[in-house]
C-alpha cells in the first residue's frame, strides 16, 4: 500500500469521496485514503466509506463546546494516523485554525466556480442568477478565509440558455469528480509546489494525466 495517507472530509452524499475511493482502488491515486471524517453521522458518505472499509471519524458538532475542541480530536486522529493530505470533499463547517495551520499546504478543497468568482455558499445559483456565461470548478488550498487560499488547478463549464441549478450542477459535479483524483495524485507525486500564493506543477503531470487535465 501507498506511503501517501490521505483524509477525506466530507458531509453529505458523497460523490467526490466515491471518485477519490474509486481511483484509489484502480492505483490513480498515487495513495491511500486512510480516514473519513463527517459531522454528520447518518451521511450517506458514511455508508460509502464504511462499505470500502474506510475507518471513519464521526462526531456531532452540538456535542463539543466549541469548534476548536472537536478539531482538535481531528487533529489528533490526524496525527495518529500520519495523514499527509486533508482533502475537504462536500464538508459543510469552516474550519479555525487549530486544523488550518496545523496543515498548511497540505490542506485542499474543490469548489463549484471559477473562483474568485461566487465564493461560499450556492456557487452555481450565483452564478445562474448573475447571468455568466461561462462558471467551472476550482481546487484550491484552505488558508482559512472563504475560498481564498491558493489555486492549483480551474475547469471552465459552458452554461446555456437552457440550463437549470439541476442540469448545471451535473455538469460541474461530472467534471469535479474527473479533476479531484487527478488533483490529489499530484500531491501524492510531489508535484504541487505553493510558494506564497504561487502554485507550480511539475509539467510533465500534463503528458501522464491526460485523462484527468480533459477540458471536455
Sequence with gaps: MSSFRIAVFASGQGSNFQALVEAA????????IELLVSDKPQAPVVQKAQSAGIQCHL???KEYPSREAYEQEIVEKLNNLKIDLIVLAGYMRLLTPVIVEAYAGRLINIHPSLLPAFP???????????GVTLT?????????????????AQRAVEISASDTPETL???????EQQLYPGVVSW??????KLEGRKVTIDAKVCRENTGFMSEN
Design 25 to 32: 482502488s484502480n492505483g490513480k491515486l498515487g495513495g491511500s
Design 120 to 130: 461560499g455558499k450556492n456557487a452555481i445559483g450565483q452564478a445562474l442568477d448573475y
Design 59 to 61: 462526531f456531532q458538532p
Design 136 to 152: 467551472g470548478i476550482t481546487v484550491h488550498f484552505v488558508d482559512g478565509g472563504m475560498d481564498t487560499g491558493p489555486i492549483i
Design 169 to 175: 450542477s451535473e455538469s460541474i459535479h461530472e467534471l
Design 187 to 192: 500531491f501524492a507525486k510531489g508535484l504541487v
